[in-house]
C-alpha cells in the first residue's frame, strides 16, 4: 500500500484527491493508499445528497466567507480546517473481503483506528454507522466522523480526527443535523463532540503501520497532476450560496 501526505492549498483540491486515487485504482493504473491530509482553510464540505438549508448557517458562512463543497461519498457536514486531521484509504475488495459489503467494512476499517489509538494511549469505541467516540466525564463524545464511496473494484474510505479544533466553530457554521445518533441524546456540537490528545505524527506513524502502508509521498506523480486538473475542470465541487 502506498503512503501519501499530501496536503493542497485549495479545499477543491484536497477534496477531488481523493477521487483521483480512487479513480486512478478502478483504471487500474493505481493501487491501495493510504493518504493523510490537513488544511490550512476553513471550508464546509457537504456528503452526496446533504441539503444545504438544513446544515449550514447560510449567513454566518457568507459573512465570513467559508467555501462550501460537495464531496461524492455519503455521509454528514464537516466543517474542515486546522486541527483537523483527515485519512483517506483505497482498499481493494479482492485483497480485502472485510470490504465488500459497507457495515462490515466500517466494523474492519474503524477497529484498526481503535486498535492504532489504543498503542497511543487513546481508548475509542466504534459507534455505528460510522462514528468514532471517547468517554470524556463518562459520556460519550464524538472525535471521528467517516464517510465512503464504493466502486467496482476498490472503496474510498475516508474520515476526519479532531485533536486540536477549534470547536465553536463547528456550532457557528453548522446546524445539528435532521438525524443524530441515538447516543448523542439531543447535545448542541460543544457538549457532543471533543478533541482527542495525540500526536498526528504519531498517529500517522501508527496507522501506516497498522494498514502496512510503506514509503511516503508527499509530492503528487504525473498521472495523479493530469487527473487532478482533468477533475477540477469536470467536476463541480463547489456550492454555491
Not at 185 to 209: C, D, M, V, W, Y
Amino acid at each position: 500500500m502506498n503512503l501519501k501526505d499530501i496536503s493542497f492549498a485549495s479545499p477543491e483540491e484536497n477534496i477531488l484527491f481523493d477521487d483521483v486515487l480512487l479513480s486512478l485504482a478502478e483504471e487500474g493504473r493505481a493501487g491501495e493508499a493510504l493518504r493523510f491530509w490537513e488544511s490550512e482553510q476553513t471550508f464546509v464540505v457537504l456528503g452526496r445528497i446533504s441539503k444545504v438549508g438544513e446544515n449550514i448557517f447560510i449567513k454566518e458562512a457568507l459573512k465570513d466567507k467559508i467555501p462550501v463543497l460537495r464531496r461524492s461519498s455519503g455521509g454528514g457536514v464537516v466543517l474542515q480546517g486546522k486541527g483537523c486531521l483527515n485519512y483517506s484509504l483505497i482498499l481493494s475488495k479482492e485483497l480485502n473481503p472485510q470490504v465488500r459489503t459497507l457495515h462490515k467494512s466500517y466494523e474492519f476499517i474503524l477497529g484498526k483506528l481503535i486498535q492504532s489509538l489504543k498503542s497511543l494511549g487513546t481508548e475509542a469505541v466504534f459507534k455505528p454507522v460510522s462514528d468514532m467516540a471517547v468517554k470524556v466525564n463518562n459520556e460519550e463524545r464524538k472525535f471521528s466522523g467517516n464517510a465512503q464511496r464504493r466502486g467496482k473494484k476498490f472503496i474510498l474510505h475516508h474520515g476526519t480526527i479532531l485533536y486540536d479544533f477549534p470547536l465553536e466553530d463547528i456550532e457557528k457554521y453548522l446546524k445539528v443535523p435532521v438525524d443524530v445518533p441515538d447516543y448523542r441524546r439531543e447535545r448542541a456540537h460543544r457538549k457532543f463532540l471533543t478533541n482527542i490528545t495525540i500526536s498526528p505524527k504519531g498517529l500517522k506513524e501508527s496507522l501506516a503501520k497498522i494498514f502496512c502502508a510503506y514509503g511516503i509521498d508527499q509530492k503528487i506523480t504525473g498521472q495523479e497532476t493530469e487527473a487532478l486538473s482533468r477533475f477540477l475542470k469536470t467536476r463541480e465541487v463547489r456550492v454555491v450560496i
